[in-house]
């Protein structure tokens, strides 16, 4: 597997436009293989605005408004991999159009509570799965500052 490095995450907005655009073409291929990258997003951060607005549109803010001490959603880092899953699957090498795509199953371990002051790496890839099934692994190497 390739791993390829990224300063700051992938704007979602083009990436959301080229997967519509590109879906209107692209045909599910049978037996293709997932692109054999793994995106790694360095220093990943919590940006306390995006947290804040997350927290209060999911109801996790009950006890008031998160800040760098609060624990994080379990939820949360689904978030920051967004941006890179979806650069993954807007890459010509990836076997399946993105409309149409739908989650049949997601599980989450956390091996410990993230804080809002949390960093460290993200990654993303595409593990080997069935053809007709594309799995997505997503890991924060999460350190605290």
């Known amino acids: 597997m390739t791993d390829t490095h990224l300063a700051t ?3 979602l907005l083009p990436l ?3 997967g519509g655009a590109t879906s209107l073409f692209k045909r599910a291929s ?3 293989a ?3 990258t793994r995106l790694v997003l360095s220093r990943a951060e919590v940006d306390p605005k995006a947290l804040r607005a997350y927290a209060e549109l999911c109801g996790f803010a009950a006890d008031g408004v998160p800040d760098e001490q609060s624990v994080l ?3 949360y880092p689904h978030l920051l991999g967004f941006p890179l ?3 993954l699957m807007t890459s010509a090498a990836f076997p399946f159009p993105l409309m149409g795509l739908v989650h049949t199953s997601i599980t989450i371990t956390q091996h410990r509570e993230l804080r809002g002051h949390a960093h460290g790496n993200l ?3 595409l593990p080997h799965a ?3 099934l594309p799995a997505l692994a997503r890991q924060l190497q999460a350190k605290d500052i």
């Open 9 to 11: 995450p992938p704007a």
């Open 16 to 18: 959301l436009a080229k």
């Open 30 to 32: 049978a037996g293709a």
């Open 34 to 36: 997932p692109p054999a």
């Open 73 to 75: 959603p379990v939820t």
């Open 85 to 87: 899953q979806l650069r």
């Open 123 to 125: 990654l993303v890839s």
């Open 130 to 132: 069935p053809a007709d």
